[in-house]
T-cell receptor
Framework: SQQGEEDPQALSIQEGENATMNCSYKTSINNLQWYRQNSGRGLVHLILIRSNEREKHSGRLRVTLDTSKKSSSLLITASRAADTASYFCATDEVNTGFQKLVFGTGTRLLVSP | DTAVSQTPKYLVTQMGNDKSIKCEQNLGHDTMYWYKQDSKKFLKIMFSYNNKELIINETVPNRFSPKSPDKAHLNLHINSLELGDSAVYFC???????????FGPGTRLTVT
């Protein structure tokens, strides 16, 4: 399996603005997950979207999934300084074994006050 | 109440040494994982255990040996450490199928 690609690699915005991150992957998936990693910390699960879903919301987060294009996007609305972190997509690939997640390359988000 | 804990948080050692990292989860999950995150933040799975049984073993040198004494613990022993082993190692756990994973705080290993 190949690692997913995320775009952009880095994103710098002002508080209150929206942040959009994109993830592309290469194989068929069962689901796609987004995680956040604050500097020096472990990853925290944000949201999971199944392959038969197209859009999902959780608070200020909105995730879309387009399986025909093998891509997903994460939108954070009304960003806050506390949203500063790296964001990773992770795919649970079909036929690659039991519970194996393949993580993307990550997007570093900087939200300035 | 830490859900997934790892010890030590930092580990500095010389090439050729043997070291262990311990992981414990108190979530009652049946599956545990070891991941390696390199200096470019690439995160890759190394091993996965389900109910103490090894189910995922990626292309990892034999110098790395995981051990799961029970469902709540998954330790990682590394023999003959090399410079390229320097990274942050994360333990994680999950319950059942391809659900969300809970990560520990990581162990930063530096080999000199």
């Amino acid at each position: 399996s190949q690692q997913g690609e995320e775009d952009p690699q880095a994103l710098s915005i002002q508080e209150g603005e929206n942040a959009t991150m994109n993830c592309s992957y290469k194989t068929s998936i069962n689901n796609l997950q987004w995680y956040r990693q604050n500097s020096g910390r472990g990853l925290v699960h944000l949201i999971l979207i199944r392959s038969n879903e197209r859009e999902k919301h959780s608070g200020r987060l909105r995730v879309t999934l387009d399986t025909s294009k093998k891509s997903s996007s994460l939108l954070i609305t009304a960003s806050r300084a506390a949203d500063t972190a790296s964001y990773f997509c992770a795919t649970d690939e079909v036929n690659t074994g039991f519970q194996k997640l393949v993580f993307g390359t990550g997007t570093r988000l900087l939200v300035s006050p | 109440d830490t859900a997934v804990s790892q010890t030590p948080k930092y580990l500095v050692t010389q090439m050729g040494n043997d070291k262990s990292i311990k992981c414990e989860q108190n979530l009652g999950h049946d599956t545990m994982y070891w991941y390696k995150q390199d200096s470019k933040k690439f995160l890759k799975i190394m091993f996965s255990y389900n109910n103490k049984e090894l189910i995922i073993n990626e292309t990892v040198p034999n110098r790395f040996s995981p051990k799961s004494p029970d469902k709540a613990h998954l330790n990682l022993h590394i023999n003959s450490l090399e410079l390229g082993d320097s990274a942050v190692y994360f333990c994680a756990s999950s319950q059942g199928g391809p659900h969300e994973q809970y990560f520990g705080p990581g162990t930063r290993l530096t080999v000199t």
